[in-house]
């Protein structure tokens, strides 16, 4: 009986196919694109644990990613590597990249396609913050995009990805893909497994394959995609110039109000950003400086030498804000609006703001001469003071500091700027010039 059993086990054995059937009717799908960042890992990383839980048919990985940033590479690596799901990487739709450790993780699939019009390479650097040691490619046809990318065809003929589409357009889309995989045995961590991905329908002429799969969408959470979408260089610089410029408008209109509560949420979001990138401290500081400047002139009512020393510090330091990879650069049109619409608000919005918020009507300004009014807030030497119903911004001598709600006599009409001082007068500080209603009333003196 044992011997019977023996020689059936040997037979079916041997009338077995030369790898496992995938069974189950499932196929995952993930698209991974812009920067393969912490959120965009972790997707990967979670997708070929669910696939192997679920004992999906397959996994696909879209790729169109240009790097990677703040991430293990060897984490990545290492899930795709003991998948026992067959996982395989379709570079596309036409124009997509992948590029460094976007590169890696096609090659680790069990199959690579790259679409038309799209490419696959250079792998190096495999991060666009650093490039660690013990994830290059220094053997086989992966030599070929070490430092270059190469086309559909051309990374086929070099042997570097696979020729899964045969003859043009080749793979145009990703139900071509996946139907050009039915009938394919796929290398695993588990040996080789046959999928079954499509069924033949229409007869004759009509006759085709189609998809034969239940496909299960994966993406990233709210947060997540939150995290990735604030991971962008430019998004992140976008935001953080743009907060500086509202929190300084904010404070300029003495009030927390829409604008500083909005600046404030536009900071955090980019040193959310600013966490997964190369961020290159001293350039933003040079940044927040500007910022600095901008409003010195502001407060001084018109655009003098501090705007110009601003704009060159923006400049520079947003040309440096990045370290690492050149790829990882502020893209030149985002500079040259984001510094033109910077250097506009604060020449020309800013003002106008100011002036609406702090003064009356600028005809008849110099018969304010002598009017009496009440300090908002402590002048010493510049503060803001409360005027015909109106607030002023305000500056007195070093000499005679006013205290908040004392009150205050105009002496003098500056731009936007009323010199205040007690109303019985005070002390002039030598060092201060007098203002230009006491020029002129110099006593006399015997010759």
Request: hydrophobic letters at 50%; proline letters at 6%.
């Amino acid at each position: 009986m044992l011997v019977v059993l023996g020689l059936l086990a040997v037979e079916l054995a041997a009338s077995a196919p030369a790898g496992a059937v995938a069974s189950n009717r499932t196929i995952d799908v993930i698209q991974v694109d812009g920067l393969i960042d912490p959120p965009n890992a972790q997707l990967i990383v979670d997708a070929v644990h669910a696939a192997n839980r679920d004992d999906s048919q397959i996994l696909v990985i879209k790729i169109n990613s240009g790097g990677a940033v703040n991430v293990d590479p060897a984490r990545v690596l290492r899930a795709l590597q003991a998948s026992r799901v067959p996982v395989v990487a379709w570079v596309g739709p036409s124009g997509s990249k992948a590029r460094g450790l976007a590169a890696l993780v096609a090659l680790d699939a069990s199959v690579t396609g790259v679409s038309n019009g799209s490419s696959i390479g250079p792998i190096s650097p495999v991060m666009l913050d650093s490039d660690p040691s013990g994830v290059r490619r220094t053997g086989g046809p992966d030599t070929a995009i070490l430092h270059r990318s190469l086309g559909g065809d051309a990374a086929v003929a070099k042997g570097v990805t696979d020729a899964v589409c045969a003859g043009p357009p080749g793979c145009a889309t990703l139900g071509d893909f996946v139907v050009a995989l039915d009938g394919k045995t796929l290398q695993t961590a588990a040996g080789p497994v046959k999928v079954d991905t499509a069924k033949v329908v229409g007869e004759g002429k009509d006759r085709r394959r189609q998809p034969d799969l239940n496909i299960r969408f994966r993406k990233l959470d709210l947060i997540g995609q939150a995290v990735h979408t604030l991971t962008s260089p430019s998004i992140a610089y976008g935001l953080l110039v743009v907060g500086l410029a509202l929190i300084v408008f904010e404070f300029f209109t003495i009030s927390i109000g829409l604008a500083g509560g909005t600046g404030a949420v536009a900071l955090v979001g980019a040193f959310v950003g600013f966490n997964n990138l190369p961020v290159t401290w001293w350039a933003l500081a040079l940044i927040f400086v500007a910022m600095f400047g901008y409003a010195i002139d502001v407060q001084a009512g018109r655009a003098y030498s501090w705007t110009v020393i601003a704009t060159v510090l923006l400049i520079v330091g947003t040309l440096f804000l990045y370290g690492g990879s050149p790829a990882l650069n502020v893209y030149w049109w985002v500079i040259v609006v984001m510094v033109l619409a910077t250097v506009t608000f604060f020449v020309a919005a800013m003002p106008v703001a100011v002036r609406s918020r702090f003064s009356t009507p600028t005809i008849g300004r110099e018969s304010l001469i002598g009017e009496v009014g009440e300090a908002a807030v402590d002048i010493s030497p510049d503060g803001v003071v409360l005027l015909r119903g109106a607030r002023w911004r305000a500056r007195t001598n070093r000499a005679t500091p006013i205290s908040a709600g004392d009150p205050i006599r105009v002496v003098e009409v500056d731009g936007l700027v009323l010199e205040v001082e007690p109303p019985e007068g005070g002390a002039r500080d030598y060092r201060e010039p007098r203002p230009k209603a006491e020029q002129g009333h110099e006593p006399e003196t015997d010759a």
